[in-house]
Protein backbone atom coordinates (compact mmCIF):
# COMPACT_ATOMS: atom_id res chain seq x y z
CA UNK A 1 0.00 0.00 0.00
CA UNK A 2 1.16 3.48 -0.64
CA UNK A 3 -0.24 6.72 0.36
CA UNK A 4 2.18 9.99 -1.11
CA UNK A 5 -0.31 11.98 0.78
CA UNK A 6 1.63 10.86 4.62
CA UNK A 7 3.73 13.38 6.07
CA UNK A 8 6.02 12.24 8.87
CA UNK A 9 8.65 13.79 10.91
CA UNK A 10 11.18 13.05 13.39
CA UNK A 11 11.92 16.06 16.09
CA UNK A 12 14.75 15.66 18.00
CA UNK A 13 15.98 18.13 20.77
CA UNK A 14 19.33 19.10 20.55
CA UNK A 15 20.05 18.93 23.93
CA UNK A 16 22.73 15.62 23.72
CA UNK A 17 23.36 13.21 21.22
CA UNK A 18 21.47 10.27 19.65
CA UNK A 19 21.22 7.16 21.67
CA UNK A 20 19.29 3.79 21.11
CA UNK A 21 16.24 4.67 22.35
CA UNK A 22 16.16 7.76 20.34
CA UNK A 23 16.92 5.30 17.23
CA UNK A 24 13.92 3.39 17.81
CA UNK A 25 12.04 6.25 17.82
CA UNK A 26 13.81 7.42 14.44
CA UNK A 27 13.41 4.68 12.95
CA UNK A 28 9.77 3.41 13.77
CA UNK A 29 9.07 6.94 12.25
CA UNK A 30 11.39 6.38 9.29
CA UNK A 31 10.07 3.04 8.66
CA UNK A 32 5.99 4.51 8.86
CA UNK A 33 6.89 6.87 6.52
CA UNK A 34 8.85 4.85 3.95
CA UNK A 35 6.79 1.94 3.94
CA UNK A 36 4.05 3.75 2.25
CA UNK A 37 5.91 5.96 0.06
CA UNK A 38 5.42 9.02 2.49
CA UNK A 39 7.46 11.76 3.43
CA UNK A 40 9.70 11.71 6.80
CA UNK A 41 11.06 15.60 7.60
CA UNK A 42 13.67 16.24 10.16
CA UNK A 43 12.51 19.57 12.45
CA UNK A 44 15.38 20.36 15.27
CA UNK A 45 13.25 21.14 18.04
CA UNK A 46 15.74 23.90 19.48
CA UNK A 47 13.71 26.07 21.28
CA UNK A 48 15.40 25.93 24.87
CA UNK A 49 18.94 27.38 24.21
CA UNK A 50 20.10 26.61 28.04
CA UNK A 51 19.36 23.07 27.66
CA UNK A 52 21.29 22.91 24.29
CA UNK A 53 24.76 21.03 24.15
CA UNK A 54 27.50 22.57 21.90
CA UNK A 55 27.53 20.53 18.63
CA UNK A 56 24.32 18.31 19.38
CA UNK A 57 22.89 19.30 16.21
CA UNK A 58 25.37 18.88 13.74
CA UNK A 59 26.03 15.84 15.73
CA UNK A 60 22.25 14.60 15.43
CA UNK A 61 22.05 15.03 11.49
CA UNK A 62 25.48 12.94 11.00
CA UNK A 63 24.80 10.13 13.04
CA UNK A 64 20.95 10.06 10.88
CA UNK A 65 23.04 10.15 7.62
CA UNK A 66 25.23 7.32 8.65
CA UNK A 67 22.42 5.11 9.81
CA UNK A 68 20.67 5.27 6.42
CA UNK A 69 17.99 7.51 8.24
CA UNK A 70 17.11 10.36 5.09
CA UNK A 71 15.30 13.16 5.33
CA UNK A 72 13.30 14.67 3.07
CA UNK A 73 13.64 19.01 2.49
CA UNK A 74 15.37 21.07 4.51
CA UNK A 75 15.74 21.02 8.15
CA UNK A 76 13.49 22.87 9.99
CA UNK A 77 15.19 24.70 13.36
CA UNK A 78 12.00 25.97 15.47
CA UNK A 79 14.78 28.44 16.84
CA UNK A 80 13.76 30.07 13.39
CA UNK A 81 10.17 29.83 14.23
CA UNK A 82 9.66 32.31 17.13
CA UNK A 83 7.71 34.89 15.13
CA UNK A 84 5.10 32.24 14.25
CA UNK A 85 4.31 31.08 17.92
CA UNK A 86 4.66 34.76 19.33
CA UNK A 87 1.65 36.00 16.71
CA UNK A 88 -0.62 32.90 17.98
CA UNK A 89 0.14 33.82 21.63
CA UNK A 90 -0.70 37.36 21.23
CA UNK A 91 -4.23 36.38 19.21
CA UNK A 92 -5.02 33.75 22.44
CA UNK A 93 -4.30 36.29 24.71
CA UNK A 94 -6.33 38.88 22.91
CA UNK A 95 -9.02 36.66 22.68
CA UNK A 96 -9.45 36.15 26.25
CA UNK A 97 -8.73 32.22 25.50
CA UNK A 98 -5.00 32.42 27.62
CA UNK A 99 -3.79 34.43 30.56
CA UNK A 100 -0.35 35.65 32.31
CA UNK A 101 0.26 33.53 35.82
CA UNK A 102 3.08 34.88 38.31
CA UNK A 103 2.91 31.66 40.10
CA UNK A 104 6.54 29.95 41.11
CA UNK A 105 7.51 26.60 41.68
CA UNK A 106 7.05 26.62 45.31
CA UNK A 107 3.33 27.76 45.20
CA UNK A 108 2.27 24.98 43.06
CA UNK A 109 3.78 22.20 45.48
CA UNK A 110 0.73 20.09 46.87
CA UNK A 111 -1.18 19.74 43.49
CA UNK A 112 -0.20 16.81 42.10
CA UNK A 113 1.14 19.09 38.76
CA UNK A 114 -2.56 19.69 37.76
CA UNK A 115 -2.81 23.48 38.04
CA UNK A 116 -5.30 25.19 40.15
CA UNK A 117 -6.43 28.28 38.61
CA UNK A 118 -4.62 30.75 40.97
CA UNK A 119 -4.33 33.32 38.25
CA UNK A 120 -7.53 32.55 35.96
CA UNK A 121 -8.99 35.60 36.73
CA UNK A 122 -6.66 37.69 38.40
CA UNK A 123 -5.64 40.00 35.23
CA UNK A 124 -1.85 39.84 35.61
CA UNK A 125 -0.06 42.08 32.97
CA UNK A 126 2.22 39.88 31.03
CA UNK A 127 5.37 41.50 31.89
CA UNK A 128 7.53 39.02 33.91
CA UNK A 129 4.97 36.43 33.47
CA UNK A 130 4.05 32.74 31.93
CA UNK A 131 1.10 32.62 29.66
CA UNK A 132 -1.26 29.74 30.27
CA UNK A 133 -4.32 28.45 27.70
CA UNK A 134 -7.38 28.04 29.55
CA UNK A 135 -8.70 24.34 29.56
CA UNK A 136 -11.97 23.43 28.95
CA UNK A 137 -13.60 20.92 31.43
CA UNK A 138 -13.99 18.13 28.87
CA UNK A 139 -12.69 14.62 28.23
CA UNK A 140 -10.50 14.45 25.21
CA UNK A 141 -9.57 11.52 23.56
CA UNK A 142 -8.55 9.62 20.68
CA UNK A 143 -7.20 6.67 19.48
CA UNK A 144 -3.69 5.70 19.10
CA UNK A 145 -2.56 2.66 16.59
CA UNK A 146 -0.63 1.37 19.27
CA UNK A 147 -1.61 1.90 22.38
CA UNK A 148 -5.29 2.10 21.65
CA UNK A 149 -8.11 4.27 23.28
CA UNK A 150 -6.75 6.95 25.42
CA UNK A 151 -8.75 9.42 27.08
CA UNK A 152 -7.86 12.60 29.74
CA UNK A 153 -10.33 15.75 31.40
CA UNK A 154 -8.14 18.27 30.60
CA UNK A 155 -9.83 20.32 33.57
CA UNK A 156 -9.19 17.54 36.07
CA UNK A 157 -6.21 15.81 35.05
CA UNK A 158 -4.05 18.70 33.73
CA UNK A 159 -5.51 22.38 34.31
CA UNK A 160 -4.75 25.41 32.48
CA UNK A 161 -1.01 24.77 30.74
CA UNK A 162 1.52 26.80 29.81
CA UNK A 163 2.46 27.98 25.67
CA UNK A 164 4.96 30.94 26.84
CA UNK A 165 7.27 30.62 29.67
CA UNK A 166 8.36 33.37 32.44
CA UNK A 167 11.75 34.00 30.26
CA UNK A 168 10.20 34.43 27.28
CA UNK A 169 10.89 30.90 25.54
CA UNK A 170 7.95 28.87 24.34
CA UNK A 171 6.36 26.07 25.52
CA UNK A 172 6.96 22.39 23.56
CA UNK A 173 3.27 21.92 23.36
CA UNK A 174 2.63 25.05 21.38
CA UNK A 175 5.41 24.90 18.89
CA UNK A 176 4.90 20.89 18.37
CA UNK A 177 1.05 22.25 17.52
CA UNK A 178 1.90 24.83 15.28
CA UNK A 179 4.95 23.40 13.30
CA UNK A 180 2.78 20.18 12.67
CA UNK A 181 0.36 22.11 11.28
CA UNK A 182 2.48 24.27 9.18
CA UNK A 183 4.58 20.71 7.38
CA UNK A 184 1.44 19.67 6.92
CA UNK A 185 2.04 16.39 9.04
CA UNK A 186 -0.52 13.78 8.71
CA UNK A 187 0.95 11.01 10.97
CA UNK A 188 2.89 11.27 14.76
CA UNK A 189 5.26 8.69 15.67
CA UNK A 190 6.85 9.12 19.14
CA UNK A 191 7.84 7.87 22.56
CA UNK A 192 4.97 6.76 24.90
CA UNK A 193 5.97 9.44 27.36
CA UNK A 194 4.11 11.76 25.25
CA UNK A 195 1.06 10.17 25.08
CA UNK A 196 -0.10 12.15 27.92
CA UNK A 197 0.75 15.15 25.90
CA UNK A 198 -1.58 14.26 23.23
CA UNK A 199 -4.87 15.77 24.85
CA UNK A 200 -3.53 19.21 25.47
CA UNK A 201 -2.48 19.16 21.97
CA UNK A 202 -5.88 18.02 20.34
CA UNK A 203 -7.23 20.73 22.37
CA UNK A 204 -4.52 23.42 20.91
CA UNK A 205 -5.27 21.83 17.34
CA UNK A 206 -9.35 22.22 18.17
CA UNK A 207 -8.47 26.09 18.77
CA UNK A 208 -6.79 26.53 15.81
CA UNK A 209 -8.54 24.92 13.20
CA UNK A 210 -6.12 22.19 12.70
CA UNK A 211 -6.54 19.02 11.36
CA UNK A 212 -6.10 15.92 13.82
CA UNK A 213 -2.54 13.80 12.80
CA UNK A 214 -2.64 10.26 13.39
CA UNK A 215 -0.53 9.04 16.30
CA UNK A 216 1.16 6.54 16.77
CA UNK A 217 3.33 5.95 20.69
CA UNK A 218 6.22 3.27 20.60
CA UNK A 219 7.08 1.79 24.06
CA UNK A 220 10.04 3.36 25.48
CA UNK A 221 13.59 1.74 25.84
CA UNK A 222 14.39 1.24 29.88
CA UNK A 223 17.07 0.79 31.86
CA UNK A 224 17.27 -1.77 34.21
CA UNK A 225 16.31 1.22 36.93
CA UNK A 226 13.43 1.66 35.19
CA UNK A 227 14.76 4.82 33.70
CA UNK A 228 14.07 5.68 29.96
CA UNK A 229 17.30 5.68 28.16
CA UNK A 230 18.18 9.62 27.25
CA UNK A 231 20.33 12.31 27.62
CA UNK A 232 19.97 13.30 31.06
CA UNK A 233 20.52 9.15 32.45
CA UNK A 234 24.18 9.14 30.42
CA UNK A 235 22.65 6.90 27.66
CA UNK A 236 25.99 6.07 25.65
CA UNK A 237 25.81 7.69 22.13
CA UNK A 238 25.34 6.23 18.93
CA UNK A 239 28.55 4.80 17.91
CA UNK A 240 28.97 4.90 13.98
CA UNK A 241 30.50 1.91 13.07
CA UNK A 242 27.83 -0.04 15.07
CA UNK A 243 24.56 1.28 12.67
CA UNK A 244 23.81 -2.64 11.27
CA UNK A 245 23.75 -4.15 14.66
CA UNK A 246 22.04 -1.01 16.31
CA UNK A 247 19.53 -0.98 13.58
CA UNK A 248 18.62 -4.44 14.22
CA UNK A 249 18.36 -4.33 17.54
CA UNK A 250 15.87 -1.46 17.26
CA UNK A 251 14.06 -3.44 14.95
CA UNK A 252 13.57 -6.09 17.42
CA UNK A 253 12.62 -3.55 19.83
CA UNK A 254 9.61 -2.37 17.53
CA UNK A 255 8.41 -5.95 17.21
CA UNK A 256 9.64 -5.96 13.15
CA UNK A 257 11.69 -8.82 11.89
CA UNK A 258 15.27 -8.88 12.07
CA UNK A 259 17.11 -11.64 9.93
CA UNK A 260 20.08 -12.85 10.79
CA UNK A 261 21.62 -12.85 7.05
CA UNK A 262 21.26 -9.06 7.51
CA UNK A 263 24.19 -8.74 9.76
CA UNK A 264 26.86 -8.14 7.93
CA UNK A 265 24.91 -6.00 5.45
CA UNK A 266 25.14 -2.36 5.14
CA UNK A 267 22.48 0.26 7.08
CA UNK A 268 20.85 0.78 3.58
CA UNK A 269 20.33 -2.81 3.33
CA UNK A 270 18.79 -3.47 6.57
CA UNK A 271 16.62 -0.60 5.82
CA UNK A 272 15.36 -1.34 2.69
CA UNK A 273 14.25 -4.96 3.54
CA UNK A 274 12.44 -3.41 7.02
CA UNK A 275 10.41 -0.75 5.28
CA UNK A 276 9.57 -3.69 2.84
CA UNK A 277 8.17 -5.84 6.30
CA UNK A 278 7.19 -2.96 8.21
CA UNK A 279 4.17 -3.89 10.26
CA UNK A 280 2.96 -1.50 13.13
CA UNK A 281 0.65 -3.78 14.21
CA UNK A 282 3.36 -5.97 15.87
CA UNK A 283 4.41 -3.63 18.04
CA UNK A 284 3.73 -4.11 21.57
CA UNK A 285 1.16 -2.79 23.03
CA UNK A 286 3.20 -1.57 26.41
CA UNK A 287 4.47 1.72 27.78
CA UNK A 288 8.66 0.57 28.28
CA UNK A 289 10.63 -2.66 26.99
CA UNK A 290 13.65 -2.91 29.08
CA UNK A 291 16.45 -2.42 27.05
CA UNK A 292 18.48 -5.68 28.64
CA UNK A 293 16.02 -8.06 26.80
CA UNK A 294 17.39 -6.46 23.47
CA UNK A 295 20.52 -7.61 23.74
Not at 255 to 263: D, S, V, Y
Request: charged content about 25%; hydrophobic content about 40%.
Amino acid sequence: MTDPRYIGRFAPTPSGFLHFGSLVAALASWLDARAVDGRWLLRMEDTDPPREMPGARDAILQTLERYGLEWDGEVVFQSQRHHAYAEVVERLFNMGLAYACTCSRKQLEGYDGVYPGLCRNAGHAREGAAIRLRVPELLYRFDDRVQGRFEQHLGREIGDFVIQRRDGLYAYQLAVVLDDAWQGVTDIVRGADLLDNTPRQLYLQELLGFAQPRYLHIPLIVQPDGHKLGKSYRSPPLEVDQATPLLLRALRALGQEAPLELQGASPAEVLAVARQQWRPERIARQMSVPEVELR
